[in-house]
């Protein structure tokens, strides 16, 4: 019994590969229609020559092309404030440098030294008078001169400030 079951079994998988390859009986048939096995064309009609390289179409142009320059809008230029005081006091301007927790005092010092010129022990000194006091001034020049060691001391990350010079006394 197990043979013939074995036997029903194989009979039925040649018969489904077997009907993959043959025409069933009841389709219509035209003259000249083309039948195909697996999604391939059987007749030699059918088969279409591509040529082994793809040419791209030409394009022809009257030249080279020429670009207009755009049109900027130019934007008024804002000044910083430190620009844009008035020179009130003279030409006497005091730069002040104050006390904060983010700086160690050597960088202070040798900031005061590098940006402003001063002497290792003048701007020592005046880094002690900011650390004891709170506030300290660096030094009078005149404006430009003052407005320049303003920002290369902000530029170091060191607290400072311009304050024009009353000469009242």
Request: without cysteine.
């Amino acid at each position: 019994m197990i043979k013939n079951v074995a036997l029903v079994f194989l009979f039925s998988i040649l018969f489904s590969v077997g009907s993959a390859f043959v025409k069933p009986l009841g389709s219509a048939s035209r003259v000249g229609a083309q039948t195909s096995v697996w999604g391939v064309p059987t007749s030699r009609d059918a088969l279409v020559m591509m040529p082994a390289t793809i040419q791209k179409e030409t394009v022809k142009t009257a030249g080279p092309a020429v670009l207009d320059r755009p049109q900027v809008e130019r934007k008024e230029r804002v000044d910083s404030p430190a620009k844009q005081r008035t020179r009130e006091g003279g030409d006497a301007w005091e730069v002040r440098i104050y006390n904060d927790g983010m700086n160690t005092r050597e960088h202070v010092a040798r900031s005061l030294v590098q940006v402003t010129g001063l002497t290792e022990m003048l701007a020592y000194q005046t880094m002690m008078r900011a650390h004891q006091n709170g506030i300290a001034a660096v030094g009078q020049w005149v404006f430009e001169v003052a407005e320049m060691y303003n920002e290369g001391l902000r530029k170091n990350g060191i607290i400072s400030d311009i304050v024009p010079v009353d000469e009242e006394n």
